[in-house]
């Protein structure tokens, strides 16, 4: 997997590790709708009602709800556009609410030329840290990386192309102004639409402990604290899908992200080990065309 870094601040802002082996030069023709689709995807509009009480204090609960449920199963999308090009990565897996420990497939785009030359990248997610394998760039097949989530300057938020499902909820906790748009459908379940922003800085102190690490390096590493965002709530409060806008003002040109998750069947059995030490790669991994290598 392939990290392109741009500077911000004084810090390397790794801006997305959404690539391997050069799925970064693809075209747009790479891109479409991923898990998220577009708003009208698998859903119709139905009768309006009440935001369910203050829509600000309602997002904010979003994480607690998900914590009280347990655990989904998942579907990610993360678009990104620079330069006049768009790439659309797309995920699909199990995340564990309470212990924060997630499996995900991670499937990469095609290339310029239509091949499918890219395996999926398996991630294991947990609290402080990101396993990966089949990563590519060096690293050998029966190998994992482990990344250090709270020494990223995007705290996690798009380095491994997904998400990280209880960063994208703990976000909302820093949610400001909130318009209720609306009542409608997703998937056939009837949800309330909320649309607002969130600040990186309020959510990392409004944190859990175990993400609380990463929020704070985001809040840090990023130029701007204002995330965009579109959360749609269940009639038990339970967040089926939100929306997350990032967008980086680098040295470069600005690279807009599109982070999409979607969350269904709650209560499904999650599975996740840890890789052992001895599965552990500590060799270097290749970073990029324009980017340093890295242990």
């Known amino acids: 997997m392939v990290v392109q870094q741009q500077r911000s601040g004084g810090g390397a802002l790794a801006v997305c590790a959404l690539a391997v082996a050069g799925v970064m ?3 747009s023709g790479c891109s479409g709708a991923g898990a998220g689709g577009s708003d009208g995807a698998g859903r119709r509009a139905v009768a309006q009602d009440g ?3 203050d829509p600000a ?3 904010r609960r979003a994480a607690e709800e998900l914590v009280g449920a347990g655990s989904a199963e998942t579907h990610t999308s993360m678009e990104t556009a620079a ?3 768009r790439v659309t990565i797309r995920g699909q897996g199990a995340y564990d609410f309470r212990r924060q420990l997630g499996r995900i497939k991670v499937l990469l785009p095609k ?3 239509g091949a499918d030359g890219h395996r999926p990248i398996t991630e294991l997610l947990a609290p402080g840290a990101l396993y990966m394998k089949n990563r ?9 990386v482990r990344i250090d989530t709270t020494a990223l300057e995007d705290g996690n938020l798009v380095t491994g192309g997904v998400t990280d499902p209880t960063a994208a909820a703990e976000l909302l906790r820093g949610a400001g102004t909130v318009t209720y748009v609306g009542r409608t459908e997703l998937a056939g ?3 309330r639409h909320y649309r607002g922003t969130a600040d990186l800085g309020r959510a990392a102190r409004a944190a859990s402990s175990a993400s609380r690490g990463a929020l704070t390096a985001a809040a840090k590493g990023f130029s701007t604290d204002a ?3 579109d959360a749609y709530l269940d009639d038990e409060g339970l967040l089926r899908k939100v929306r997350h806008r990032f967008t980086f003002a680098t040295e470069g040109p600005a690279v807009a992200v599109v982070s999409t998750l979607l969350l269904h069947d709650f209560g499904a059995p999650v599975s996740v080990e840890m890789p052992p030490d001895a599965d552990i790669y500590t060799g270097r991994v290749r970073q990029g065309r324009s980017g340093p290598e890295a242990p």
């Open 51 to 53: 935001p369910a009480g």
């Open 227 to 229: 995330v965009h965002f």
């Open 136 to 144: 590519g760039a060096g690293v050998p097949d029966d190998k994992w």
């Open 83 to 85: 330069g006049g090009t």
């Open 111 to 113: 290339d310029a030329a």
């Open 57 to 59: 204090a309602v997002v």
């Open 189 to 191: 379940v009837p949800v």
């Open 25 to 27: 030069a693809v075209g």
